[in-house]
């Protein structure tokens, strides 16, 4: 009896074993749900922060805020004045009476009003990356002779004077205190350095700008109409216009500018276009110095400038013309000019704009036109006309001039039947004419003449042109100068170098064609 209860003890104690390995192995696998009550309740819970503002992310956690009243509403804008100290500069941003904000020494100016804005931000709501603790040793964060001391007036007149002491360790910031608060904290260094800026780094540097085009032109693009170049740089004066009229249709092939003065001349379109792209917007690097008085203007080299651009912007619109062409028209001009003077260390050019009373910095990348003179802007080609408007070309060497009259025939059906090359009597190749008068054509300006470089004697060789395009006739004549050079002089008056190499090429293809051999080029 005693044997079979224990059989039955052993039996059950076993059973309930199983029973419980069971209902572990089926929890840990999942094959029972639990059930708790709420006093057994261990499930694990978890909050959402709410997402930091991008601010927040940037400059920290807000030390106080007052873009908003009293009464919780927003506050168009917070700050009425700051005034501000520091290492460089002792100045006030006010509020004009236009409810804009200035610096007040120089309201009078264009206002960085970006900027302007920025400060304003930065002090209606001050963040700050880490509160130190209490501490009475803060000469230790440069508060002994603080970077900068600044007190912001509300627009309800309460007040806040915060310090700006050193450069923080290991954190991209600033040492900065509160009066009336014992905490030491660190700001982001953008808060930092536009408390440490200059009262002048506030001053508006965007100078120029396109001319505002009408609301009912949709084609019309801002243009550079007409330049003027001057300065003690230059010994002339350069003249740069678009010819609008289509009088000088000969000298614009290639671009819409006619260069007007010193010389009438074509313009170089690769050169002068980085000239023109330019000018429809400027924008200064740096202010160096508002309100100049005459003594620092020649200092900065800006009583006798090295450079002047005078120019005129405006709104070009093209339309359809009657006969099939286009037609343009400009409006809203706008009257530019830019004195240069000197440079800075860093190669920046200190200048005047529009008559705005403050010497700006200007890169050489936003003024190309600094040191450009006729040469460097005039096509390189003596000459730029189609042989169908030359009606005679005489050519002097070696004291030999030989005149080849040019027959043009519109009508015929072939090229070469499309002109008649005749000289003392005789007819020439006109397919070889045209190839030599390419190599002409390729004869070009190469630099300014040698200093001290004079006519003399006879011409080595010389070009006569009469036009049937209503153009005046001109003259080429090439004098020797150096070793590799001519002195080129025109008719106008216009003395450059051309290549001696070029003109040879030219001179050995001319002897062969008065010999009746082919003419060759390598264009």
């Given at each position: 009896?005693r044997?079979?209860?224990?059989?039955?003890?052993?039996?059950?104690?076993?059973?309930?074993?199983?029973?419980g390995?069971?209902?572990?192995?089926?929890?840990?696998?999942?094959?029972f749900?639990?059930?708790?009550?709420?006093?057994?309740?261990?499930?694990?819970?978890?909050?959402?922060?709410?997402?930091?503002?991008e601010?927040?992310?940037?400059?920290?956690?807000?030390?106080?805020?007052?873009?908003?009243?009293a009464?919780?509403?927003?506050?168009?804008?917070?700050?009425?004045?700051?005034?501000?100290?520091?290492?460089?500069?002792?100045?006030?941003?006010?509020?004009?009476?236009?409810?804009?904000?200035?610096?007040?020494?120089?309201?009078?100016?264009?206002?960085?009003?970006?900027?302007?804005?920025?400060?304003?931000?930065?002090?209606?709501?001050?963040?700050?990356?880490?509160?130190?603790?209490?501490?009475?040793?803060?000469?230790?964060f440069g508060?002994?002779?603080?970077?900068?001391?600044?007190?912001?007036?509300?627009?309800?007149?309460?007040?806040?004077?915060?310090?700006?002491?050193?450069?923080?360790?290991?954190?991209?910031?600033?040492?900065?205190?509160?009066?009336?608060?014992?905490?030491?904290?660190?700001?982001?260094?953008?808060?930092?350095?536009?408390?440490?800026?200059?009262?002048?780094?506030?001053?508006?540097k965007?100078?120029?700008?396109?001319?505002p085009?009408?609301?009912?032109?949709?084609?019309?693009?801002?243009?550079?109409?007409?330049?003027?170049?001057?300065g003690?740089?230059?010994?002339?004066?350069v003249?740069?216009?678009?010819?609008?009229?289509?009088?000088?249709?000969?000298?614009?092939?290639?671009?819409t500018?006619?260069?007007?003065?010193?010389?009438?001349?074509?313009?170089?379109?690769?050169a002068?276009?980085?000239?023109?792209?330019?000018?429809?917007?400027?924008?200064?690097?740096?202010?160096?110095?508002?309100?100049?008085?005459?003594?620092?203007?020649a200092?900065?080299?800006?009583?006798?400038?090295?450079?002047?651009?005078?120019?005129?912007l405006?709104?070009?619109?093209?339309?359809?013309?009657?006969?099939?062409?286009?037609?343009?028209?400009?409006?809203?001009?706008?009257?530019?000019?830019?004195?240069?003077?000197?440079?800075?260390?860093?190669?920046?050019?200190?200048?005047?704009?529009?008559?705005?009373?403050?010497v700006?910095?200007?890169?050489?990348?936003?003024?190309?036109?600094?040191?450009?003179?006729?040469?460097?802007?005039m096509?390189?080609?003596?000459?730029?006309?189609?042989?169908?408007?030359?009606?005679?070309?005489?050519?002097?060497?070696?004291g030999?001039?030989?005149?080849?009259?040019?027959?043009?025939?519109p009508?015929a059906?072939?090229?070469?039947?499309?002109?008649?090359?005749?000289?003392?009597?005789?007819?020439?190749?006109?397919?070889?004419?045209?190839?030599?008068?390419?190599?002409?054509?390729?004869?070009?300006?190469?630099?300014?003449?040698?200093?001290?470089?004079?006519?003399?004697?006879?011409?080595?060789?010389?070009?006569?042109?009469?036009?049937?395009?209503?153009?005046?006739?001109?003259?080429?004549?090439?004098?020797?100068?150096?070793?590799?050079r001519?002195?080129c002089?025109?008719?106008?008056?216009?003395?450059?170098?051309?290549?001696i190499?070029?003109?040879?090429t030219?001179?050995?293809?001319?002897?062969?064609?008065?010999?009746?051999?082919?003419?060759?080029?390598?264009?």
């Amino acid at each position: 009896m005693r044997k079979r209860q224990r059989n039955l003890i052993i039996a059950v104690a076993v059973l309930l074993a199983l029973i419980g390995a069971f209902v572990g192995f089926g929890i840990v696998f999942g094959w029972f749900s639990q059930e708790t009550t709420d006093e057994t309740d261990t499930t694990a819970t978890t909050t959402t922060a709410p997402l930091k503002s991008e601010e927040e992310m940037t400059y920290g956690e807000a030390l106080y805020d007052r873009t908003k009243n009293a009464q919780g509403g927003a506050v168009s804008q917070p700050i009425r004045e700051i005034a501000i100290q520091n290492h460089r500069d002792s100045y006030k941003v006010i509020t004009r009476s236009d409810n804009t904000m200035a610096v007040e020494a120089y309201q009078d100016l264009l206002t960085d009003t970006m900027s302007i804005d920025t400060l304003c931000g930065y002090l209606s709501t001050l963040r700050v990356l880490k509160t130190l603790e209490p501490t009475e040793d803060t000469a230790q964060f440069g508060f002994a002779d603080p970077s900068a001391t600044v007190t912001v007036t509300f627009y309800d007149d309460t007040t806040e004077t915060l310090e700006i002491g050193n450069a923080s360790q290991g954190t991209v910031g600033y040492y900065a205190r509160r009066q009336g608060d014992d905490h030491v904290y660190i700001v982001h260094s953008d808060i930092a350095e536009s408390l440490l800026a200059e009262g002048k780094s506030f001053i508006g540097k965007s100078l120029i700008g396109v001319p505002p085009r009408n609301a009912d032109d949709t084609t019309g693009q801002a243009q550079l109409l007409q330049l003027w170049l001057t300065g003690r740089c230059r010994p002339t004066p350069v003249e740069i216009a678009v010819d609008t009229d289509g009088e000088h249709a000969s000298m614009t092939y290639v671009s819409t500018y006619v260069m007007k003065a010193p010389y009438l001349r074509a313009v170089d379109s690769d050169a002068f276009h980085v000239t023109a792209s330019t000018m429809t917007s400027l924008t200064a690097v740096g202010v160096e110095c508002p309100h100049p008085t005459t003594d620092q203007l020649a200092e900065y080299g800006l009583s006798d400038p090295y450079s002047v651009a005078a120019f005129t912007l405006s709104i070009v619109s093209t339309a359809s013309g009657e006969n099939g062409g286009s037609v343009s028209t400009h409006y809203n001009d706008r009257e530019h000019m830019i004195l240069l003077g000197n440079k800075d260390e860093n190669g920046n050019y200190y200048a005047l704009v529009d008559g705005y009373d403050t010497v700006y910095l200007l890169s050489p990348a936003s003024v190309p036109w600094a040191e450009a003179t006729h040469l460097t802007l005039m096509s390189k080609l003596l000459f730029m006309k189609a042989i169908t408007e030359v009606d005679e070309i005489a050519i002097l060497h070696d004291g030999t001039e030989t005149a080849f009259k040019l027959e043009h025939r519109p009508e015929a059906e072939t090229r070469d039947e499309q002109m008649i090359v005749t000289a003392n009597g005789k007819t020439y190749s006109t397919r070889d004419f045209r190839t030599l008068y390419q190599l002409m054509i390729s004869v070009k300006r190469v630099a300014e003449k040698e200093a001290g470089a004079t006519v003399s004697g006879e011409p080595v060789l010389r070009f006569k042109l009469t036009f049937n395009d209503g153009t005046a006739p001109m003259t080429v004549s090439m004098y020797p100068m150096t070793a590799s050079r001519y002195l080129c002089v025109t008719d106008d008056g216009e003395q450059t170098a051309v290549s001696i190499r070029d003109t040879e090429t030219f001179l050995t293809q001319y002897e062969n064609y008065l010999k009746g051999e082919p003419v060759y080029s390598q264009y």
